[in-house]
């Protein structure tokens, strides 16, 4: 069993950056896939990018490619989320999640068993 505290939320002006860090406790996050989804305001949990379990690959959403990058630090049982070129659409509150063996699409909130408590990320245009 794993526990996620995500941090570094926050308001930034469209077209800057922040990064996201979802610490780790109890089992190492490099046993788990490890991934990001994000709630926009008044819509349903959204997938934005996952660290495959080997750590050795990484997936993203099609709105985020190019943008975001997804990190691990097994040392730090860290996985970070980095975001610049935000836009006023990547508003929304932002969750890690992990599994250690995914019962279906890595793309699924249903996929993921462990999730941290969110933090508010809001870009003003």
């Not at 990001?36 to 959204?46: N, S, V």
């Not at 610049?84 to 068993?113: H, M, Q, R, W």
Request: charged share 15%; glycine share 12%; with cysteine.
């Amino acid at each position: 069993q794993v526990q996620l505290v995500e941090s570094g939320g926050g308001l930034v002006q469209a077209g800057g950056s922040l990064r996201l860090s979802c610490v780790g406790s109890g089992r190492t996050v490099g046993s788990y896939y490890t991934a990001w989804f994000r709630q926009p305001p008044g819509k349903e949990r959204e997938f934005v990018a996952v660290v495959i379990k080997n750590g050795l690959s990484t997936q993203y959403a099609d709105s985020v490619k190019g943008r975001f990058t997804v990190s691990r630090d097994n040392a730090k049982n860290t996985v970070y989320l980095q975001m610049n070129s935000l836009k006023p659409e990547d508003t929304a509150v932002y969750f890690c999640a992990a599994d250690v063996s995914l019962g279906g699409t890595i793309d699924a909130t249903s996929s993921y068993d462990y999730w941290g408590q969110g933090t508010q990320v809001t870009v003003s245009s």
